[in-house]
Antibody, heavy 121, light 109 residues
Framework: EVQLVQSGAEVKRSGESLTISCKGS????????ISWVRQMPGKGLEWMGR????????NYNPSFEGHVTISVDRSIDTVYLQWSGLKASDTATYYC??????????????WGQGTQVTVSS | SFVLTQPPSVSVAPGQTARISCEGE??????VHWYHRKPGQAPVLVVY???VRPSGIPERFSASNSGNTATLTITSVDVGDEANYFC????????????FGGGTDLTVL
């Protein structure tokens, strides 16, 4: 069974750093890209960026580039989303999702359960 | 970047048919994916590439896409279908590679 299991909820202060994780299982981890998606309170979903675990190639939505970093540790089938200086506006639920790039239009065929991040000013 | 617009909410009676729209300029020229998300659960892909159901998704879920509107249709709705439904497409021509609709809350009255 394919699963993406995310790390637990976090409560941080503005300016602090944070790394959350997404561990894949039940499939060949390096075969599928992983994307990160943000949902701010009461808002819709926003694609943040994605990484190819096979070669660590990443790219970002320009709205997030420079503020977050996506990385991978293939030895433990885990992708990370990292902030070096959190802002209160980073308060949101963050989802990781597997990208099915075998389908030409890249749907997200499996999702993690979400990680709630709360940042206080 | 591409903008996808969904109604905030749709309500239907049990046993009836729910239709959830996703509007975008010439969206019919793109391939649209649909998901649902129930409180406390991970989102689930219910239709991809306009009209293809993944394994395990009931035939009650179908979708179409033409002109400026993509539509997800759920027949014989029951309370278990209550969820937030959102559309998505891949826009490889822009930096915003994946675009999401704002989501629609389906309520079964």
């Amino acid at each position: 069974e394919v699963q993406l299991v995310q790390s637990g909820a976090e409560v941080k202060r503005s300016g602090e750093s944070l790394t959350i994780s997404c561990k894949g299982s039940g499939y060949s981890f390096s075969t599928y890209w992983i994307s990160w998606v943000r949902q701010m309170p009461g808002k819709g979903l926003e694609w943040m960026g994605r990484i190819d675990p096979a070669d660590s190639f990443d790219n970002y939505n320009p709205s997030f580039e420079g503020h977050v970093t996506i990385s991978v540790d293939r030895s433990i089938d885990t992708v990370y989303l990292q902030w070096s200086g959190l802002k209160a506006s980073d308060t949101a639920t963050y989802y990781c999702a597997r990208v099915d790039d075998r389908a030409g239009n890249h749907p997200f065929d499996y999702w993690g359960q979400g990680t709630q991040v709360t940042v206080s000013s | 970047s591409f903008v996808l617009t969904q109604p905030p909410s749709v309500s239907v009676a049990p046993g009836q048919t729910a239709r959830i729209s996703c509007e975008g300029e010439n969206i019919g020229s793109r391939s649209v994916h649909w998901y649902h998300r129930k409180p406390g659960q991970a989102p689930v892909l219910v239709v991809y590439d306009d009209s293809v159901r993944p394994s395990g998704i009931p035939e009650r879920f179908s979708a179409s896409n033409s002109g400026n509107t993509a539509t997800l249709t759920i027949t014989s709705v029951d309370v278990g279908d209550e969820a937030n439904y959102f559309c998505q497409l891949w826009d490889g021509s822009s930096d915003h590679h994946w675009v999401f609709g704002g989501g629609t809350d389906l309520t079964v009255l």
